[in-house]
């Protein structure tokens, strides 16, 4: 007999199912593992996990290259005579990294910059003097806006230009008014604090402008630069142009290099990380904004819009495509006006937002090229469009523009702002001209793709065929496609080639078919794992696809070894996984409302005092809905008819016909006028009563069903409702759901088995019903739970034993109208029910462990030789290696002892940030003090037992968090007001570790393992093992888990995610080892670990946040008492990805973790 996987494929999950086909249950379970996002469903909070360690990353080069170029620039400082160091000094600073700190450079650092910088354009200055300039300079060169990747369209606007109200930062604009006709350094010099006569500081008080807290642009720095210059070579002949170039210098300017002040490191190049073209491997994908793929898509959508069920023919298809080219993003309604069909039927509504051509709608306004642009050739479009895509100065483009284009300064200035659209399509350039022609002349997506396919198959001998063969290749094809041949189309296609234009098999292989963006093999034993096959998966650009066909591949391997090879594969993929992060968002916000409305609908069944079912909820649901009256009759439906009887659930297009049991196709009926209308849609219903009342019940149903933000999908009913024709073939097109990520998923798994298919969830809902298979996981009910995890093996089981004739099976069964008079719905085989529940219950569920400490990797850098008296730059191959975690959080901390000897970690923080625990914990006695004498000001009360302010009730916290909102103010020496700003805050760490040699601490507050031990004399103990320490370990070549020096024997180790027997003798896990349903009962997970606090978690339970036992526990001693060790006697065990138990072994010489 065949034997089946049948998989559900999740964001975090993949439930599986093998089965002997028609007679037996194999074997079944979960697998578990990190989404490949954080905040899945969150919009803009939706990140890749790579993101934050890119941003950080990023503050670390900059401060890299930040050092990097003061030492470079002190050393040719030196060289000159413009800084008090040597070359000896310089030598050994570069060998060894000690930096010179002489007296000389003390003094030289100490020399005030600003005054120098109003000082050096009006007199002479020494040349170490300008070299301290020099140096600030390099410190601070302010923002380089002159990128046309950091502006937006046509406005400079936003915080860095308008500044920061909230901050005090200054922005730009405001700076350069300040500027006026002086330098930035000249400014900053007339509001830098004076000096008194005994020699103090003007103090800084509210109101006296900053030096530093302001934006600035680098051009402020190279016109400074240039006049500093000017003003000083008159006294230093040293000053040559040449040395000017060196320190200076900018290629975009004239100059032949970039000088160190200024040199701009180019962006590194990212190509490698676009994704490649589905139909085309090789290529990667093309920008959104090129021209074609804007025609491409403009097309595209032309040739999808019906009106009263036709196609548009070619006259209107180009008074659509004049809209789509002129406009960004045009509402369908403008469509609607421009085709003169004011009471057309579309099959799109007046406010659906259209697609139309950022590129060429901007570049042929008036404000650029205007109607001009439409006369171009398209070698001239396309010279245009490189320009502006890879021109990254906005002046080098302004001065194209001026000499090329012949715009005015205005006009120049203008397309110098201009954005292309950001992204990339989902094709690339050779396969969109491939398909376009074809698009242009009307065919729907997939029949132009086939056709493209061929072009591409014929190559450049597509243009030497004449138009007599390409009308016959034209008009056979889509003929051939329809064909429904059983095993598809392609096959039949390429004989008809093969015969008729005696292409050969390699010309063949190059046809495009919905196949996916992973290369297609002949199939294997298993999915490969190496480097090339990672790359592969990694090439998909999608975090969460590409982390849940990682963990597939390691499955289905697993299953491969344990069971041998399939026959056939099954999958059904999670919602998530096919859609973008904007649909993500709105499902979870949907999700949200879902929930206070069934709370809500709860509240009012009680106080109807009706039974809680999930239909009654639903009925209540729609009756609101439906404004309690019967969209089909009119009549009004009150609270007592709704639960008599008299009113039932209907399925608003027929169930029958569509399988559709979503939310979205139900609605209340009365019983009577439900049974007349059968398996009829509403407009066949009406309509057999006369036009006048199909009309009369459309208006009524579009005054019923109107969106409004308790019921945003109303309008989507009325759709429904109001819709005169659907697609009658729905049963067909659930067995043939391709879409997204169940391409990918797929394709990858025909690697491994010829025989994969993807089904939609709708229909593994309706199926486990059917069989009963929800009350094996929900006792209380029939409805599905997804509390347990292995209501994804529950799915992969229903997709494993699904057939296409069980579909035509449930047209015929309506829960909510039971017409027939059927025997017991047919199961897969007989027993399948008991069989099933008991394979489900002996699921041990297997997660994902992210235990790696290193990573280590190769990276090619260029370093710059000197042989013979030539300069030049010699490539080789780098080694390094990197953390796979958090060492430490991202404070940094002093350690201070007070006047006691007591010792106390400090850290600075604002003012307004601080927390109600963290006011007493102020260092300065006079600044807390006058911290609790604000609070007081604001009517909050201080806890006499621990300082801390009192803020429970709402009117407490919006007084507490309000109470900065005006700054404190602390005398100084000279009496002034001196706002308080930030605060120096004691804090407590634990586990500190020292950041090199300076006072600077932190806290690894992230622990990697807990390791429990005996010590000589038979107790228990801890070490808790941060991910710091376990680090340090790693790179020394030792090993992480090791016995302390107090040791005699290591008991267990814990880390996130191990797994662990729980309240079960060792002697009764030997007896039972191979009895999976009592070991399940069991088996825990570890959720955290802190000193002498560990969390378990039951491994099926899928609420992380619940802490009730039997489904959580907790171990804080070493005892045999409530919360003991001793007590629930932790059996360490591993559970292999197909679901497998092995006890974890300890390696009694080594005493290490195997």
């Given at each position: 007999?065949?034997?089946?996987?049948?998989?559900?494929?999740?964001?975090?999950?993949?439930?599986?199912?093998?089965?002997?086909?028609?007679?037996?249950?194999?074997?079944?379970?979960?697998?578990?593992?990190?989404?490949?996002?954080?905040?899945?469903?969150?919009?803009?909070?939706?990140?890749?996990?790579n993101s934050t360690r890119r941003v950080f990353r990023q503050v670390r080069r900059q401060i890299f290259r930040r050092k990097l170029r003061k030492k470079i620039l002190l050393k040719e400082l030196s060289k000159h005579?413009?800084?008090?160091?040597?070359?000896?000094?310089?030598?050994?600073?570069?060998?060894?990294?000690?930096?010179?700190?002489?007296?000389?450079?003390?003094?030289?650092?100490?020399?005030?910059?600003?005054?120098?910088?109003?000082?050096?354009?009006?007199?002479?200055?020494?040349?170490?003097?300008?070299?301290?300039?020099?140096?600030?300079?390099?410190?601070?060169?302010?923002?380089?806006?002159?990128?046309?990747?950091?502006?937006?369209?046509?406005?400079?606007?936003?915080?860095?230009?308008?500044?920061?109200?909230?901050?005090?930062?200054?922005?730009?604009?405001?700076?350069?008014?300040?500027?006026?006709?002086?330098?930035?350094?000249?400014?900053?010099?007339?509001?830098?604090?004076?000096?008194?006569?005994?020699?103090?500081?003007?103090?800084?008080?509210?109101?006296?402008?900053?030096?530093?807290?302001?934006?600035?642009?680098?051009?402020?720095?190279?016109?400074?630069?240039?006049?500093?210059?000017?003003?000083?070579?008159?006294?230093?002949?040293?000053?040559?142009?040449?040395?000017?170039?060196?320190?200076?210098?900018?290629?975009?300017?004239?100059?032949?290099?970039?000088?160190?002040?200024?040199?701009?490191?180019?962006?590194?190049?990212?190509?490698?990380?676009?994704?490649?073209?589905?139909?085309?491997?090789?290529?990667?994908?093309?920008?959104?904004?090129?021209?074609?793929?804007?025609?491409?898509?403009?097309?595209?959508?032309?040739?999808?819009?019906?009106?009263?069920?036709?196609k548009l023919n070619a006259e209107q298809g180009k008074t659509v495509l004049e809209i789509l080219l002129t406009k960004d993003e045009p509402k369908f309604k403008e469509i609607r006006k421009k085709l003169k069909k004011?009471?057309?039927?579309?099959?799109?509504?007046?406010?659906?937002?259209?697609?139309?051509?950022?590129?060429?709608?901007?570049?042929?306004?008036?404000?650029?090229?205007?109607?001009?642009?439409?006369?171009?050739?398209?070698?001239?479009?396309?010279?245009?469009?490189?320009?502006?895509?890879?021109?990254?100065?906005?002046?080098?483009?302004?001065?194209?523009?001026?000499?090329?284009?012949?715009?005015?300064?205005?006009?120049?200035?203008?397309?110098?702002?201009?954005?292309?659209?950001?992204?990339?399509?989902?094709?690339?350039?050779?396969?969109?001209?491939?398909?376009?022609?074809?698009?242009?002349?009307?065919?729907?997506?997939?029949?132009?793709?086939?056709?493209?396919?061929?072009?591409?198959?014929?190559?450049?001998?597509?243009?030497?065929?004449?138009?007599?063969?390409?009308?016959?290749?034209?008009?056979?094809?889509?003929?051939?496609?329809?064909?429904?041949?059983?095993?598809?189309?392609?096959?039949?296609?390429?004989?008809?080639?093969?015969?008729?234009?005696?292409?050969?098999?390699?010309?063949?292989?190059?046809?495009?078919?919905?196949?996916?963006?992973?290369?297609?093999?002949?199939?294997?034993?298993?999915?490969?794992?190496?480097?090339?096959?990672?790359?592969?998966?990694?090439?998909?650009?999608?975090?969460?696809?590409?982390?849940?066909?990682?963990?597939?591949?390691?499955?289905?391997?697993?299953?491969?070894?344990?069971?041998?090879?399939?026959?056939?594969?099954?999958?059904?993929?999670?919602?998530?996984?096919?859609?973008?992060?904007?649909?993500?968002?709105?499902?979870?916000?949907?999700?949200?409302?879902?929930?206070?409305?069934?709370?809500?609908?709860?509240?009012?069944?009680?106080?109807?005092?009706?039974?809680?079912?999930?239909?009654?909820?639903?009925?209540?649901?729609?009756?609101?809905?439906?404004?309690?009256?019967?969209?089909?009759?009119?009549?009004?439906?009150?609270?007592?008819?709704?639960?008599?009887?008299?009113?039932?659930?209907?399925?608003?297009?027929?169930?029958?016909?569509?399988?559709?049991?979503?939310?979205?196709?139900?609605?209340?009926?009365?019983?009577?006028?439900?049974?007349?209308?059968?398996?009829?849609?509403?407009?066949?219903?009406?309509?057999?009563?006369?036009?006048?009342?199909?009309?009369?019940?459309?208006?009524?149903?579009?005054?019923?069903?109107?969106?409004?933000?308790?019921?945003?999908?109303?309008?989507?009913?009325?759709?429904?409702?109001?819709?005169?024709?659907?697609?009658?073939?729905?049963?067909?097109?659930?067995?043939?759901?391709?879409?997204?990520?169940?391409?990918?998923?797929?394709?990858?798994?025909?690697?491994?088995?010829?025989?994969?298919?993807?089904?939609?969830?709708?229909?593994?809902?309706?199926?486990?019903?059917?069989?009963?298979?929800?009350?094996?996981?929900?006792?209380?009910?029939?409805?599905?739970?997804?509390?347990?995890?292995?209501?994804?093996?529950?799915?992969?089981?229903?997709?494993?034993?699904?057939?296409?004739?069980?579909?035509?099976?449930?047209?015929?069964?309506?829960?909510?109208?039971?017409?027939?008079?059927?025997?017991?719905?047919?199961?897969?085989?007989?027993?399948?029910?008991?069989?099933?529940?008991?394979?489900?219950?002996?699921?041990?569920?297997?997660?994902?462990?992210?235990?790696?400490?290193?990573?280590?990797?190769?990276?090619?850098?260029?370093?710059?030789?000197?042989?013979?008296?030539?300069?030049?730059?010699?490539?080789?191959?780098?080694?390094?290696?990197?953390?796979?975690?958090?060492?430490?959080?991202?404070?940094?901390?002093?350690?201070?002892?007070?006047?006691?000897?007591?010792?106390?970690?400090?850290?600075?923080?604002?003012?307004?940030?601080?927390?109600?625990?963290?006011?007493?914990?102020?260092?300065?006695?006079?600044?807390?003090?006058?911290?609790?004498?604000?609070?007081?000001?604001?009517?909050?009360?201080?806890?006499?037992?621990?300082?801390?302010?009192?803020?429970?009730?709402?009117?407490?916290?919006?007084?507490?968090?309000?109470?900065?909102?005006?700054?404190?103010?602390?005398?100084?020496?000279?009496?002034?007001?001196?706002?308080?700003?930030?605060?120096?805050?004691?804090?407590?760490?634990?586990?500190?570790?020292?950041?090199?040699?300076?006072?600077?601490?932190?806290?690894?507050?992230?622990?990697?393992?807990?390791?429990?031990?005996?010590?000589?004399?038979?107790?228990?103990?801890?070490?808790?093992?941060?991910?710091?320490?376990?680090?340090?370990?790693?790179?020394?070549?030792?090993?992480?888990?090791?016995?302390?020096?107090?040791?005699?024997?290591?008991?267990?180790?814990?880390?996130?995610?191990?797994m662990f027997l729980i309240n079960l003798s060792d002697e009764s896990f030997e007896d039972n080892k191979n009895n999976f349903s009592f070991l399940s009962n069991h088996l825990f997970r570890v959720q955290s670990i802190?000193?002498?606090?560990?969390?378990?978690?039951?491994?099926?339970?899928?609420?992380?946040?619940?802490?009730?036992?039997?489904?959580?526990?907790?171990?804080?001693?070493?005892?045999?008492?409530?919360?003991?060790?001793?007590?629930?006697?932790?059996?360490?065990?591993?559970?292999?990805?197909?679901?497998?138990?092995?006890?974890?072994?300890?390696?009694?010489?080594?005493?290490?973790?195997?």
């Amino acid at each position: 007999m065949a034997k089946i996987l049948g998989l559900d494929l999740g964001t975090n999950s993949i439930g599986w199912a093998v089965i002997e086909d028609g007679k037996k249950i194999i074997g079944t379970g979960v697998r578990i593992f990190p989404e490949g996002v954080d905040n899945l469903g969150e919009g803009e909070n939706e990140q890749s996990k790579n993101s934050t360690r890119r941003v950080f990353r990023q503050v670390r080069r900059q401060i890299f290259r930040r050092k990097l170029r003061k030492k470079i620039l002190l050393k040719e400082l030196s060289k000159h005579n413009m800084c008090p160091l040597n070359e000896e000094q310089i030598t050994r600073w570069y060998k060894a990294g000690d930096f010179p700190d002489t007296i000389e450079m003390r003094e030289w650092l100490k020399e005030n910059p600003y005054l120098l910088r109003e000082k050096v354009l009006n007199e002479k200055i020494s040349l170490n003097q300008l070299g301290r300039i020099f140096y600030q300079i390099a410190q601070h060169r302010g923002f380089l806006s002159n990128s046309r990747s950091a502006g937006a369209n046509d406005k400079e606007e936003g915080a860095i230009y308008e500044g920061d109200e909230k901050t005090g930062k200054t922005g730009i604009t405001k700076t350069q008014e300040l500027i006026g006709e002086k330098t930035l350094g000249s400014y900053l010099s007339t509001i830098y604090p004076k000096e008194s006569t005994e020699e103090k500081k003007q103090s800084y008080v509210d109101g006296l402008p900053r030096i530093r807290n302001r934006y600035t642009t680098r051009q402020m720095y190279i016109n400074e630069f240039e006049k500093i210059w000017e003003s000083q070579k008159k006294y230093h002949k040293e000053l040559t142009d040449e040395l000017k170039e060196l320190f200076g210098g900018r290629k975009k300017d004239g100059y032949k290099k970039d000088g160190i002040l200024f040199f701009q490191r180019p962006l590194r190049t990212q190509k490698f990380l676009v994704g490649k073209c589905t139909f085309e491997p090789k290529k990667t994908k093309c920008p959104a904004s090129t021209i074609s793929y804007e025609l491409y898509r403009s097309h595209q959508f032309i040739n999808t819009i019906e009106c009263d069920g036709k196609k548009l023919n070619a006259e209107q298809g180009k008074t659509v495509l004049e809209i789509l080219l002129t406009k960004d993003e045009p509402k369908f309604k403008e469509i609607r006006k421009k085709l003169k069909k004011p009471d057309g039927n579309f099959n799109y509504e007046d406010d659906d937002k259209c697609q139309g051509t950022w590129t060429i709608s901007s570049l042929s306004n008036k404000k650029y090229f205007g109607s001009k642009w439409f006369e171009f050739s398209e070698k001239e479009q396309e010279d245009i469009w490189h320009v502006l895509y890879f021109f990254d100065d906005r002046d080098k483009l302004k001065e194209h523009a001026m000499k090329k284009w012949g715009f005015d300064e205005e006009k120049a200035i203008k397309i110098s702002k201009f954005n292309l659209e950001d992204g990339y399509a989902s094709l690339s350039k050779k396969a969109i001209l491939n398909i376009l022609p074809f698009l242009q002349i009307g065919f729907t997506y997939d029949m132009a793709t086939t056709l493209g396919g061929i072009k591409n198959a014929f190559g450049n001998d597509w243009e030497k065929l004449s138009d007599k063969n390409k009308d016959f290749i034209i008009t056979n094809v889509p003929e051939i496609v329809r064909s429904k041949i059983k095993g598809g189309y392609i096959e039949e296609l390429k004989n008809f080639l093969r015969n008729e234009f005696g292409l050969k098999d390699e010309q063949l292989e190059k046809l495009y078919h919905h196949s996916s963006s992973i290369s297609k093999s002949d199939v294997i034993a298993k999915l490969p794992v190496s480097k090339e096959a990672d790359k592969e998966i990694a090439n998909l650009r999608n975090p969460i696809v590409s982390t849940a066909l990682f963990e597939l591949r390691k499955l289905a391997n697993a299953i491969i070894n344990e069971y041998g090879k399939l026959d056939e594969i099954k999958i059904e993929l999670s919602r998530d996984l096919k859609i973008s992060k904007d649909k993500r968002q709105k499902i979870r916000q949907a999700q949200r409302d879902n929930e206070r409305t069934n709370k809500n609908a709860i509240e009012r069944l009680r106080e109807q005092e009706q039974v809680i079912t999930q239909d009654n909820i639903l009925k209540y649901k729609l009756w609101e809905e439906c404004q309690h009256t019967c969209p089909y009759t009119g009549k009004e439906i009150s609270i007592k008819k709704l639960f008599s009887g008299e009113v039932q659930i209907e399925h608003i297009l027929p169930w029958s016909r569509t399988l559709d049991d979503s939310y979205l196709n139900k609605t209340l009926c009365f019983a009577e006028t439900n049974n007349e209308k059968g398996e009829q849609t509403p407009y066949e219903y009406f309509n057999k009563q006369g036009a006048e009342k199909w009309e009369d019940a459309k208006a009524r149903a579009l005054n019923l069903f109107y969106t409004t933000k308790d019921f945003p999908l109303r309008y989507e009913k009325f759709k429904r409702f109001a819709a005169e024709k659907f697609n009658d073939d729905f049963i067909t097109r659930q067995l043939n759901d391709t879409r997204y990520i169940s391409r990918e998923a797929k394709s990858y798994l025909e690697k491994i088995c010829d025989n994969v298919k993807v089904a939609p969830g709708q229909m593994t809902a309706n199926l486990r019903d059917k069989w009963g298979l929800n009350s094996i996981l929900n006792l209380e009910g029939d409805t599905k739970t997804r509390d347990d995890h292995r209501h994804h093996a529950v799915d992969a089981l229903v997709m494993a034993c699904f057939k296409a004739n069980h579909l035509n099976e449930i047209s015929k069964w309506n829960r909510y109208n039971r017409k027939y008079d059927l025997k017991d719905f047919p199961m897969p085989w007989e027993g399948f029910r008991t069989e099933a529940e008991k394979a489900v219950n002996s699921i041990l569920v297997s997660y994902k462990q992210t235990n790696r400490v290193l990573t280590s990797r190769k990276y090619k850098v260029k370093k710059k030789v000197e042989k013979d008296g030539n300069h030049f730059t010699k490539k080789h191959i780098n080694k390094g290696i990197a953390a796979r975690g958090q060492l430490h959080d991202a404070h940094v901390y002093g350690l201070r002892k007070n006047k006691q000897g007591e010792e106390s970690f400090h850290i600075r923080e604002p003012l307004q940030s601080l927390t109600e625990a963290k006011i007493p914990k102020i260092v300065d006695e006079k600044i807390r003090t006058l911290v609790y004498k604000r609070l007081l000001e604001r009517g909050l009360e201080i806890d006499p037992k621990n300082g801390k302010p009192i803020a429970k009730t709402k009117e407490q916290k919006d007084k507490f968090k309000q109470a900065f909102d005006k700054p404190i103010h602390l005398p100084n020496k000279n009496g002034d007001p001196v706002p308080i700003r930030k605060v120096r805050i004691k804090q407590n760490i634990g586990n500190s570790e020292q950041l090199k040699e300076t006072n600077q601490y932190v806290n690894p507050k992230n622990n990697y393992a807990v390791l429990v031990y005996k010590k000589e004399d038979d107790t228990l103990n801890e070490e808790i093992i941060t991910r710091w320490i376990a680090t340090e370990r790693k790179m020394q070549g030792d090993n992480i888990i090791k016995l302390p020096a107090d040791g005699k024997e290591i008991i267990a180790t814990l880390r996130i995610n191990d797994m662990f027997l729980i309240n079960l003798s060792d002697e009764s896990f030997e007896d039972n080892k191979n009895n999976f349903s009592f070991l399940s009962n069991h088996l825990f997970r570890v959720q955290s670990i802190s000193s002498m606090f560990y969390e378990f978690r039951h491994h099926l339970s899928a609420k992380a946040d619940e802490k009730i036992p039997p489904y959580y526990h907790r171990i804080q001693s070493f005892g045999d008492g409530k919360t003991g060790w001793l007590t629930f006697n932790p059996i360490k065990v591993f559970i292999s990805p197909s679901g497998k138990i092995y006890k974890h072994p300890v390696n009694a010489k080594t005493h290490s973790i195997l």
